[in-house]
T-cell receptor, first 115, second 117 residues
Framework: DAKTTQPPSMDCAEGRAANLPCNHS???????VYWYRQIHSQGPQYIIH???NNETNEMASLIITEDRKSSTLILPHATPRDTAVYYC????????????????FGTGTLLAVQP | DGGITQSPKYLFRKEGQNVTLSCEQN?????MYWYRQDPGQGLRLIYY???????QKGDIAEGYSVSREKKESFPLTVTSAQKNPTAFYLC????????????????FGSGTQLSVL
């Protein structure tokens, strides 16, 4: 699996958009980009995933560059409740899932949203 | 509500004692996982199960055991052989069999903090 690089921490003012970058320069053509977040002392929460096209759901938007070597997770109107560690993961999805192709959670980006 | 339930929230283990962490899901998912998280670090896979009555070791299985007798349940036992058990333990599940990209969409429980007395 391709490795990812994320800044260790970021700050964002409440109500502003939070843009979290992720570099995955060795990504291969069939690898998806997944984003999870973990609020302190809770289990990680799935946010969004994508392959090539930009994706949007009720939580966030995912912008993937044309060469797919980097991506940005956008939280459009950040609130203090969005303060969490955000993980960017690159994976080849497999028909039966499971940890034969286990998701590798690095140390992520700690996003602090200031009121 | 559908989801994953872990219990207890906090657990204390005495020297030489085995303890079991519970994980139950009502999402009808085939695959279930146990991860361990140490402070300031990412998650490390202990065991996983893709189907009932089958499970596989992850990266750090030594000192742990699991069972998968029911689809809904995947308990983790931390044995006395695990010399450094203090950590945050997370259980997760995924569809297991279905559209490939959705198989990496894991649903996590709220975790169990295990400490050694």
């Amino acid at each position: 699996d391709a490795k990812t690089t994320q800044p260790p921490s970021m700050d964002c003012a409440e109500g502003r958009a939070a843009n979290l970058p992720c570099n995955h320069s060795t990504i291969s053509g069939n690898e998806y980009v997944y984003w999870y977040r973990q609020i302190h002392s809770q289990g990680p929460q799935y946010i969004i995933h994508g392959l090539k096209n930009n994706e949007t759901n009720e939580m966030a938007s995912l912008i993937i560059t044309e060469d797919r070597k980097s991506s940005t997770l956008i939280l459009p109107h950040a609130t203090p409740r969005d303060t969490a560690v955000y993980y960017c993961i690159v994976r080849v999805p497999h028909l039966y899932g499971g940890a034969t192709n286990k998701l590798i959670f690095g140390t992520g980006t700690l996003l602090a949203v200031q009121p | 509500d559908g989801g994953i339930t872990q219990s207890p929230k906090y657990l204390f283990r005495k020297e030489g004692q085995n303890v079991t962490l519970s994980c139950e899901q009502n999402l009808n998912h085939d695959a279930m996982y146990w991860y361990r998280q140490d402070p300031g670090q990412g998650l490390r896979l202990i065991y996983y199960s893709q189907i009932v009555n089958d499970f596989q070791k992850g990266d750090i299985a030594e000192g742990y055991s699991v069972s998968r007798e029911k689809k809904e349940s995947f308990p983790l036992t931390v044995t006395s052989a695990q010399k450094n058990p203090t950590a945050f333990y997370l259980c997760a599940s995924s569809i297991g069999q279905g559209a490939p990209s959705t198989n990496e969409k894991l649903f996590f429980g709220s975790g169990t903090q295990l400490s050694v007395l």
